[in-house]
């Protein structure tokens, strides 16, 4: 125990150093004789007695001003990264508080020495660093890692609570602040409705990635879990829409007049921009598990074309003004059905690990640089706004899940319980998204925008420190529901049965529903899809490898053992076998295959037929 403490505290030791080296060379850089901008500028050595100048040989040069942005990157990343090991050094911290505290922790420490330095904060974010480098990879990890069944099972209820919980929070919070802010007393005269809209729309964006953290480590049940993972995926590309409706809507506001036809124009390409990145992101899915097709010779380019044609859809979405947050995500589900069919293991693993240290980076960047901000001058703070915002922010989440789930509970098999809300309404926690949106906000049109950002921060910090901390301990007190243990493969096959079951009733019983759909879009993808996008010899699983190796591993030690010749020990080996058990009919084996590659049930072909009266005994006796 003594050990392990000393272990902690020399850690924070040597993090506190380096958090003191990171505010030291972030804030300032030492002022020296600068090396010029590039080669081709500097003057020719051989031409010194031509300029008039003496150019000597430095035996020690010092030209921070050449490396500092990288510089300055990697010293953040690297603090980051430290942070993260001393986090899980000690092993009850993360079920104490998420890492997301220590983040920010760690950014206000870094801030602060800054700031006591008498530094500007170094400008590490900016709206295009953002848009294009820092949020992307975090899209595609959580699509590309999304469990697809059990979200797809839970589809209409997640893009209900996703979609109509976020117009109603932006809404809600932004029409409430607007009122609060026409009040006298409170001096915020000046915030009008499309600004109040605009923080709305702004703050409504939840980040519950701790709160998924905690659920998967409690196994709670499985319709909550997806309930807030499907928010956290779909809940980003809603807002982003909305936030930039918004301003191309302050834009206009600025320079002439809106009319309804630009307020119902604004809704419709709300759904045109949702809509068309998702069609965006289909089509590069199917694109990139077209090219992995081919690529069975030269399996190390899989993992870079799964990587470009992702970022390939954000980047066109954008250029064409849809959803690119939608886009890459509905890449990165394609992907996962149909290119990671096609790659090899080592492929897969690459994949797999990358994206997430991406995705890591990118957050880690965020909130540390958030913590930063923190500390420093650049902050309005305004009593009234900060605390009816985090008053209307937690209002309105209950007031939502309450309307939306008490009318999806009608059309669900296993309904929500009142607990279940409650840690739905427990689990809004802001996060990056919200920051990031807040601070890229343009000065020249919102001129409250610190105030937003202070607000925001408010939030923040209140959602993540304590709905954050408290979450676990909460789903404890109300004895959430939780699933069974990890279903086997018995149980998978006696589910995937009854599935075929059920789709064989509705089909008789004359009623569809997406037990049909399930089963036509398998048909439809067995007889075309697959057969375009992946490659006939598929990579052969691990499990067969394994089996294969410790197979050969035993004929070797038999041979050794003189318990067959090696000329005839393959062959007497598959004799003995033949022996023990009955060879089965090429019929049967046959039967056997189609039952386990195609469906269990066929969906009967519907043909109006009109029917024949029948014949009476006295006709048929005259005929």
């Known amino acids: 125990m003594g050990s392990r403490s000393l272990q902690c505290v020399n850690f924070l030791w040597l993090l506190l150093s380096l958090s003191t080296l990171e505010g030291c060379f972030a804030a300032s850089y030492v002022k020296l004789p600068p090396r010029n901008a590039s080669f081709s500028d500097k003057a020719d050595p051989f031409d010194a007695t031509e300029s008039g100048r003496d150019e000597r040989l430095h035996v020690f040069i010092v030209d921070y001003e050449y490396v500092q942005i990288p510089y300055e990157v990697t010293l953040w990343i690297l603090l980051a990264s430290l942070a993260k090991i001393g986090f899980h050094l000690y092993h009850k911290l993360p079920h104490f508080m998420p890492e997301s505290c220590l983040l920010i922790a760690m950014g206000v420490l870094v801030g602060a020495i800054i700031f006591g330095t008498n530094h500007k904060s170094p400008p590490v974010m900016t709206t295009s660093i953002y848009f294009l480098y820092l949020l992307p990879p975090i899209i595609l990890e959580q699509g590309y890692f999304m469990p697809t069944r059990p979200f797809f099972e839970n589809f209409g209820s997640i893009m209900w609570w996703s979609a109509m919980g976020s117009l109603i929070n932006a809404f809600g919070i932004g029409f409430s602040l607007y009122g609060i802010c026409r009040i006298t007393v409170f001096d915020l005269q000046d915030v009008d409705l499309l600004d109040s809209l605009m923080f709305g729309s702004m703050i409504s964006a939840v980040d ?19 309930m807030i993972f499907g928010e956290s995926l779909l809940n980003d590309g809603i807002t982003v829409v909305l936030y930039n409706i918004l301003i191309d809507f302050t834009k206009m506001h600025k320079y002439e007049e809106i009319e309804p036809v630009d307020i119902m124009a604004g809704f419709a390409r709300f759904f045109v921009v949702s809509l068309g990145g998702v069609l965006f992101g289909i089509v590069f899915g199917f694109v990139a598990a077209f090219m992995t097709r081919f690529t069975k010779n030269f399996s190390a380019i899989e993992p870079l074309l799964v990587f470009m044609f992702s970022y390939l859809s954000y980047l066109a979405a954008e250029t ?37 240290m991406l995705s890591s980076i990118s957050e880690t960047l965020i909130f540390v640089f958030m913590g930063v901000s923190t500390v420093g001058w650049n902050h309005e703070w305004n009593w009234a706004f900060v605390c009816f915002t985090l008053f209307f ?106 599935d075929h079951l059920k789709a064989g009733i509705e089909d008789i019983c004359g009623h569809w529903s997406h037990y049909q759909l399930r089963d036509k879009f398998k048909k439809f993808d067995n007889r075309f899809l697959k057969k375009v996008l992946l490659h006939k010899q598929q990579p052969k699983s691990s499990l067969v490898s394994l089996y294969k190796k ?51 049930y066929q969906v009967r072909q519907r043909m109006q037929v009109r029917s024949k009266p029948k014949k009476s005994s006295s006709d048929a006796s005259r005929a």
């Open 320 to 356: 064409l003004y849809i959803s690119g947050i939608l886009a890459i995500t509905a890449c990165a589900v394609t992907m996962k059905k149909y290119v990671e069919a096609n790659v090899s293991q080592n492929s897969y693993t690459t994949i797999k690990y990358f994206m997430k």
């Open 208 to 226: 519950p990635t701790a709160v998924l953290a905690v659920f998967e480590e409690m196994s709670v049940n499985e319709s909550l879990y997806m």
């Open 550 to 600: 410790l197979e050969i591993k035993q004929v070797i030690e038999m041979v050794e053992s003189g318990a067959m010749t090696p000329a005839t020990s393959t062959q007497s080996s598959l004799r003995y076998r033949h022996q023990r058990t009955r060879r089965l009919a090429p019929e049967e084996v046959e039967s056997i295959q189609n039952i386990l590659a195609h469906n269990l």
């Open 393 to 498: 922010c937690i209002l309105w989440r209950a007031l939502s899940v309450f309307f939306l789930f008490s009318i999806s509970n009608i059309f669900r098999t296993y309904r929500f319980t009142f607990k279940d809300q409650l840690i739905i309404i427990y689990s809004g926690l802001r996060g990056a998204s919200n920051f990031s949106l807040a601070f890229l906000l343009p000065a020249g049109l919102f001129l409250r925008k610190k105030m937003f950002i202070t607000s925001t921060i408010v939030v923040i910090y209140f959602t993540v420190f304590i709905q954050g901390i408290t979450i676990r301990p909460l789903v404890k007190f109300l004895d959430v529901k939780k699933t069974n243990k990890k279903e086997s493969i018995n149980e998978e096959i006696h589910e995937r049965l009854m």
